[in-house]
């Protein structure tokens, strides 16, 4: 994953405290080497060398497939842990700047199919072998919540993990009744502050994330329905008791309208909230979905 984590722990004593860390690092480092799109060792790209053939899994690699498979159902396929042959074809095209074909983007667009992963005891395969496996809008997640466990089991229940920006918090500091995580405002509106326990908060997107092509903006996150980078001037932030959930839910809200993502999120995924972020040319319109406990920077 190749992005910066840092931990934060309140223990009795030094020692508790970095034999608890490094263990939850360890965890982390662990779940890179099985889920990782950009090792060739990973466990995940063993799995799709081997396909159409079924290899032994580990019980993380079973539990990513397994997860991704219910996020990519429940959110009517708006998260996809198929989506790589597009994000390349996107990534490419950033680079050379180049509009793909629309016969490339049909090609890239029938390598995606979930229904592909099939899990059956304790083996696995792909059963295409043109598809592949892109757990990169999730993986930041799992590990957050397989940190976070570990910690606890430690008895640090007292913690917050910030990978690149995706964060977890646990109990509470020490004389505090909840963390603050600050978002960063897109343009110039208000910092908003969520007062978080036992919560993760993702955000995905953003305002200022797109490459533009004959006058068109693209994101780095892809609709699964068409093929094509989301145009979408937004960014989401979903607040939920899942890590997990937070990181796939956040990208499938920049891919969802917000009235479809509001309707999703509030019958299928009890006490989770977000905001959705809107750029509308001169403004941002601001979405509250559930109630992301939030207010503005120094109000009471
Ligand atoms: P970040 O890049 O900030 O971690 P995300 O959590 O949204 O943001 O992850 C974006 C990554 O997820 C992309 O780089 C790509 O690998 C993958 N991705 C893009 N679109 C989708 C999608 N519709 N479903 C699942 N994964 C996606
Ligand atoms: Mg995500």
Redesign the pocket.
């Known amino acids: 994953m190749a992005s910066p984590v840092i931990i934060r722990v309140y223990a009795s004593s030094e020692g508790v405290a970095r034999r608890a860390v490094r263990a939850a690092y360890d965890r982390m480092h662990a779940l890179e080497m099985t889920l990782s799109d950009w090792m060739p060792e990973s466990e995940s790209n063993r799995l799709e060398a081997a396909a159409p053939e079924a290899i032994q899994i580990s019980d993380d690699l079973r539990h990513a497939i397994t997860v991704s498979t219910a996020l990519h159902h429940d959110t009517d396929g708006?998260?996809?842990?198929t989506?790589g042959p597009l994000?390349e074809l996107w990534r490419r095209t950033r680079t050379t700047g180049e509009m793909p074909g629309s016969e490339e983007i049909r090609d890239a667009r029938n390598r995606v199919d979930p229904t592909a992963l099939e899990l059956r005891g304790s083996t696995a395969r792909i059963a295409r072998e043109d598809v592949e496996i892109?757990f990169?809008?999730i993986g930041?997640g799992i590990a957050l919540d397989a940190a976070s466990e570990i910690l606890d089991a430690h008895g640090l229940g007292r913690h917050l993990i910030n990978f690149?920006?995706?964060i977890l918090v646990g109990d509470a500091p020490p004389e505090r009744t909840a963390w603050q995580i600050t978002i960063l405002p897109a343009g110039d509106e208000d910092t908003l502050v969520i007062d978080a326990v036992q919560a993760s908060v993702?955000t995905?997107?953003g305002l200022n994330q797109f490459f533009e092509l004959d006058g068109t903006r693209y994101s780095?996150?892809?609709?699964?329905s068409t093929g094509i980078g989301t145009n979408c001037a937004r960014q989401v932030t979903v607040i939920c008791d899942s890590a997990t959930r937070a990181?796939?839910l956040?990208?499938?809200g920049?891919?969802l309208e917000t009235t479809r993502f509001e309707a999703i999120l509030t019958t299928r995924f009890q006490g989770a909230s977000a905001i959705v972020m809107e750029n509308h040319g001169d403004n941002t319109g601001i979405t509250m979905i559930g109630d992301p406990r939030v207010r503005a920077l120094d109000a009471p």
Do not use: Y
């Open positions: 708006a998260f996809d842990p989506i994000v892109d990169g809008a930041k690149d920006g995706e993702a995905s997107g780095h996150i892809i609709d699964p990181d796939a956040a990208t499938a920049c891919v």
